[in-house]
């Protein structure tokens, strides 16, 4: 049995304000839009508040905040008899961990080594710094240990016969043997302590230690601790002179009257099998892997059978009852063997189902950024990736590549420099390593060393030049990952990517012995024959952790710095993309279509998700500065001109600086409100800028970052913000900003319906993020991640599905029904004639005339029906809306000679070998035009 494949997805955020209750409720609206699957976010238990879910604290159970499993039961049943679908999001690389209700975690910071679960996490035991051996460094602290402690903010509590430590909201479990010096001075404290109490005290000093690692010790901890702690808790249940004596053994413990009481608490503390930090040591120290260089989430071993078996009990069983049709794997590239992971998730998925073993049990998606040039691994037993790269694809398709070297003058005039995005991301990455994850580097580096130390003719390398080898080579890396397995001839693209990084590395470092680079590709790429033989195990683990690593680094050093200091057009600055590459070609474009539906042709495409840096529209938008370069170039200096009284003077330097500057003008193009801001939308809107720039700064890296935030320059540049965007009389910014940015909004709308025509017809499978049916200007999280007005999506929806004229939307446009009427007829379409999209050919078409540059058309064929798909781009100098005579001799020249009929104006065009585009385009400013044979 083949996986059931969506027709168009519909992506829901559920928080606790956005429950299963209120999925439900928008089943019928999704259902009359023409979607066919719910998208959800992660729906399992996340940590208290998450408003995303990616924190999951249990795998096996829902997420209580977003409702129960009666209320999931219900909205599975809304979806099934509207014939509607579920996919769900699921995290297989880490967990969160902030809270007590990740049980698996609270085990571990309790019984150390010892713990069941101590496998489950990737924790190094014998880390570099000794003096954590058998411990995990926790990270959490908001000044240094001793400070904190002597400030009394760690305190000791009892309950439920268990000793707790708290600081503030976080709650920290202590190890039993470790809290027998106070039950024994909590008996000293009794004149004549119960039997039952001197015996727990025994059975505690016979509790094997949390280092025990032996099976049968670790059977015998955890059911001996579970034993004394329930016997403590009724002896002080039914003996309360037990339960006073340990509170008094606490307040000596913490009184602050006396010097000595921290010294006893620092042993009590010092004696957990983890330790406590300054969340500032993280990046040098920790001995946990995370999701990126977020604490507080902690990966997982996934590759562990035991692990995979225990954290998808309950997926399993939603996609057995069928409630679950399809899945999408957060961040891939996280796991160890994705591959591996992927053929155990398809296996069971047959099992479960009662099907036969077979490639594709069920629709299977992965959260994976693929660099330029990069394919997704055709071995993958996968649909297709989440979209991210047809967003980039469209957008590139939508910029005036002959406007590059005027932008690129325009913008390294303005910010007063001249630096390539390659260099800026080399370095970008390096301030990771350096900022944020040099542990994980350090480690690297003295695994590269322990293999050097292994065989005579590398033991003279040294650990700091072997470490700046792998930092090196990890800058240089043009993708995320690499996927080599050892054991297996790795694939030649691994290799190229490799060879690539450390040719790179060594030019860049000509001081750094050669050898040294050419030790490391021997490592990641052993010759065959191996002369030099080196330790196999430890050697495969620098090999998977090393590409554990390059992922994160990857993703910190670009997305989430270098985007932030690129601003030539920020457009271009989504997940994946490329903004050192501008724009692509049509014939690109249809190069990328054909290779998707040869590859994976039933891949996601998306133009917005919860983790884009900007919307569709606004991306839309912004594209149309490219069509105007020059313009574009003396509005900025304008602006600049008139704005820098507003500016402010932060140790002798201007906020905001140059660069800071652009990106603010291009936010306000690409997020300016169609409606005027009044006294009530406008605090909200400069709120919003205000909130989107300081993110940015701390992102930059530059002037301010999450570390080390600078207040003084946060605050001038909201001052900035608020100033500029003040609506005064004497206001020059606005005067000629506001013409500016209508100009744009109007031929950003046509982009935005091209990208959208696009999207729901060449190969692969439509996403919807939840409101983007209507024109939403979001920007990054948490602004793309508002509640959706889904009371103006019905009204809209509603208003489109009788009679309509495409005219008449088109006047109207800035209500954004126009968008949704396109959505609906499309995805009707697609629900009634699937096998088009599904297994339809695609077929680029000739177009003609003055203005052939400025289409793109191509065909879908399929058992003798054809959808030609007639599509503008770059026409903001053809007016608005560009309809009739504005296309002059513009045609498109279909295969077949047939009567066509527009899916969208419901015009009808009799056979000719040439259409014009003047006929065709007369209503709407694009078309899908419908034949059959």
């Known amino acids: 049995m083949p996986a059931s494949i969506p027709t168009a997805t519909y992506r829901f955020q559920f928080n606790k304000e956005f ?65 509607l679908g579920l996919i769900v999001d699921f995290v297989p690389n880490h967990m969160g961990i902030a809270e007590t209700q990740n049980h698996w975690w609270m085990d571990v910071l309790e019984n150390g080594p010892a713990s069941p679960y101590a496998r489950f996490f990737d924790i190094d035991w014998v880390p570099l710094k000794r003096e954590l051996e058998n411990k995990v460094l926790l990270p959490v602290l908001g000044d240094q240990y001793g400070r904190v402690l002597e400030q009394g903010d760690l305190k000791v509590r009892f309950e439920g016969g268990r000793f707790w430590l708290d600081y503030y909201a976080l709650r920290l479990p202590l190890g039993p043997r470790s809290t027998r010096p106070l039950l024994k001075r909590a008996a000293e404290l009794l004149a004549e302590p119960p039997v039952e109490l001197m015996s727990i005290l025994t059975a505690i000093e016979h509790l094997p230690a949390s280092t025990e690692t032996d099976h049968d010790k670790v059977v015998e901890r955890m059911r001996e601790k579970d034993v004394i702690r329930n016997r403590l808790n009724r002896l002080c249940e039914e003996t309360p002179a037990v339960l006073d004596a340990i509170k008094r053994a606490l307040t000596e413990l913490q009184d602050a009257s006396d010097p000595t009481s921290f010294d006893r608490l620092d042993a009590l503390i010092s004696n957990q099998p983890y330790r406590l930090s300054s969340w500032k040591v993280a990046a040098e120290e920790i001995n946990y892997r995370r999701f990126f260089d977020v604490n507080s989430l902690a990966a997982i071993r996934m590759e562990l059978p035991e692990v995979f078996d225990a954290t998808h009990k309950l997926l399993f069983q939603l996609i057995g009852s069928h409630a679950v049709d399809g899945v999408r794997i957060d961040h891939i590239d996280g796991l160890a063997d994705p591959r591996e992971y992927l053929r155990t ?107 050097s130390e292994s065989h005579r003719w590398y033991r003279d390398f040294t650990v700091n030049a072997l470490t700046a080898a792998v930092r090196e080579t990890i800058a240089c890396f043009r993708v995320y990952r690499t996927y080599l397995v050892p054991g297996e001839t790795p694939a030649e693209a691994c290799v190229r990517i490799i060879y690539r990084a450390l040719a790179e590395a060594r030019r860049r470092n000509p001081a750094l012995e050669r050898t040294v680079f050419e030790f490391l590709r021997a490592v990641l790429l052993p010759p065959d024959p191996n002369p030099h033989q080196l330790d196999e195990t430890l050697r495969r683990e620098f090999v998977l952790k090393f590409q ?155 002037n301010s970052s999450w570390v080390e935030p600078n207040v003084e320059w946060d605050k001038a540049v909201c001052d900035f913000v608020a100033k500029v965007l003040a609506p005064h009389s004497g206001n020059r910014f606005l005067s000629t900003f506001q013409p500016f940015a209508e100009r744009l909004a109007a031929a950003g709308a046509i982009n935005s319906l091209s990208q959208t025509l696009l999207k729901l017809t060449v190969p692969g499978m439509p996403d919807f993020y939840q409101g983007s049916e209507l024109w939403d200007f979001s920007l990054v999280d948490p602004d793309n991640r508002r509640p959706v007005d889904y009371e103006q999506c019905r009204t809209a929806l509603t208003a489109i599905s009788g009679e309509v004229s495409p005219r008449s939307l088109l006047e109207h446009w800035r209500d954004g029904r126009i968008k949704s009427y396109l959505i609906r007829t499309l995805l009707h379409f697609r629900r009634d004639h699937p096998q088009l999209f599904a297994e339809g050919s695609y077929r680029p078409i000739s177009v003609s005339g003055a203005l052939a540059d400025c289409v793109v058309a191509f065909e879908r064929q399929f058992s003798g029906m054809t959808l030609l798909v007639v599509v503008p781009r770059l026409v903001s100098q053809l007016g608005f809306p560009p309809l009739g005579d504005r296309w002059e001799d513009t045609a498109v020249e279909p295969s077949v000679s047939r009567d066509w009929c527009d899916l969208i104006s419901g015009q009808k065009f009799p056979s000719n070998s040439s259409l014009p585009l003047a006929r065709i385009l007369s209503d709407f400013p694009a078309a899908a035009l419908l034949s059959k044979a």
């Not at 996968?382 to 980039?392: I, K, L, S, W």
């Open 345 to 451: 998730l398809q296996t069971g998925a047959s099992g479960t189902l009662g099907v036969p073993a077979e490639k594709h049990a069920i629709y299977l998606l992965v959260e994976k950024i693929l660099g330029s040039g990069e394919k997704l691994r055709a071995d993958w037993p996968v649909h297709g990736t989440t979209g991210y790269e047809f967003a980039n694809q469209v957008t590139e398709l939508l910029v005036d590549r002959t406007a590059e070297r005027t932008m690129t003058d325009t913008y390294n005039r303005f910010v007063g420099r001249q630096l390539g995005f390659q260099e800026l991301v080399y370095r970008s990455k390096k301030l990771v390593m350096q900022v944020s994850m040099a542990s994980e580097v350090n480690v690297l580096g003295h695994l590269l060393n322990r293999l």
């Open 19 to 83: 429950t299963f209750r209120d999925a439900r409720a928008l089943v019928p609206y999704l259902h009359d839009l023409g979607i066919s699957h719910v998208y959800a976010s992660p729906i399992f238990r996340a940590m208290p508040g998450s408003m995303h879910g990616y924190d999951i604290c249990d795998h096996n159970a829902l997420n209580p905040e977003i409702g129960t499993r009666e209320d999931f039961d219900a909205l599975i049943a809304e979806l099934h008899r509207l014939k």
């Open 548 to 702: 554990q690593c390059t992922s994160p680094i990857a993703a910190k050093g670009v997305e989430d710095t270098a985007f932030y200091q690129y601003h030539r057009l920020i457009a271009l600055n989504e997940v994946g993309g490329e903004p050192g590459e501008f724009g692509a070609t049509v014939e690109t474009f249809h190069r990328q279509n054909a290779a998707r539906l040869a590859e994976f042709p039933h891949s996601m495409l998306a133009t917005s998700t919860h983790d884009t840096k900007r919307s569709e529209d606004v991306r839309a938008r912004l594209t149309v500065l490219s069509e105007m370069p020059k313009e574009w170039g003396r509005a900025l200096r304008r602006w600049h001109t008139v704005n820098r009284k507003f500016r402010g003077k932060i140790d002798n330097e201007w906020a905001p600086d140059h660069n800071e500057e652009t990106l603010l003008y291009q936010t306000l193009l690409g997020s300016w409100p169609l409606e005027p801001l009044n006294a009530q939308t406008r605090p909200v809107y400069v709120k919003r800028i205000q909130d989107y720039m300081v993110k940015a700064l701390h992102e930059a890296k530059v």
